[in-house]
T-cell receptor, first 113, second 113 residues
Framework: AQSVTQLGSHVSVSEGALVLLRCNYS??????LFWYVQYPNQGLQLLLK??????LVKGINGFEAEFKKSETSFHLTKPSAHMSDAAEYFC???????????FGSGTRLQVQP | KAGVTQTPRYLIKTRGQQVTLSCSPI?????VSWYQQTPGQGLQFLFE???????NKGNFPGRFSGRQFSNSRSEMNVSTLELGDSALYLC????????????FGPGTRLLVL
């Protein structure tokens, strides 16, 4: 069984500040890990994914995440927040060979001017 | 290339009715997955279809069903609607190979009165 925990349902940062969204996973097999973003009244857009290659994964819009097996974490970061980053972010896990995603509860990111 | 389309975008039904939602995947994609998103339960996997066959099913009652046609378009049906079925239903498509990006549609927002 797999599960994902996102710490902090709401995160607020100032424009230009570091963005850090936390995700911890639990998986009985080596997982595939994903970060998705959802803007209001839209579907989900993939930011990045980890599939057992490089542990530091770079995604779109300047986001990156690091897979740390010892900490069972896959935190999402961006060096400098932009107003357009305000959205809800979901961490998700799947087992190799399976497309069914198990999502975390989401973190709503607010960016203050 | 057109994205994933879902119809209708909004729907209002009453308890006890049934509803059918439609998803047209990106051209060439053969895998379609469905997810339910609610404020209380978050994003939950419903089922996945590949080449007209259900590959995987989430933990939902039998009132929730789906199918996929030979052109990869998919429908999901919910019978005997309950108030708790009010949700955003998201469809995602992919080619069907392992660990690839799933592209999400904008969703169908269902309100059950």
């Amino acid at each position: 069984a797999q599960s994902v925990t996102q710490l902090g349902s709401h995160v607020s940062v100032s424009e230009g500040a570091l963005v850090l969204l936390r995700c911890n996973y639990s998986s009985s097999v080596p997982p595939y890990l994903f970060w998705y973003v959802q803007y209001p009244n839209q579907g989900l857009q993939l930011l990045l994914k980890y599939t057992s290659a490089a542990t530091l994964v770079k995604g779109i819009n300047g986001f990156e995440a690091e897979f740390k097996k010892s900490e069972t974490s896959f935190h999402l970061t961006k060096p400098s927040a932009h107003m357009s980053d305000a959205a809800e972010y979901f961490c998700a896990v799947s087992a190799p060979g399976r497309r069914a995603l198990t999502f975390g509860s989401g973190t709503r990111l607010q960016v203050q001017p | 290339k057109a994205g994933v389309t879902q119809t209708p975008r909004y729907l209002i039904k009453t308890r006890g009715q049934q509803v059918t939602l439609s998803c047209s995947p990106i051209s060439g994609h053969r895998s379609v997955s469905w997810y339910q998103q609610t404020p209380g339960q978050g994003l939950q996997f419903l089922f996945e279809y590949f080449s007209e066959t259900q590959r995987n099913k989430g933990n939902f009652p039998g009132r929730f069903s789906g199918r996929q046609f030979s052109n990869s378009r998919s429908e999901m049906n919910v019978s005997t609607l309950e108030l708790g079925d009010s949700a955003l239903y998201l469809c995602a498509s992919s080619f069907g190979r392992d660990v690839e990006t799933q592209y999400f549609g904008p969703g169908t927002r269902l309100l059950v009165l």
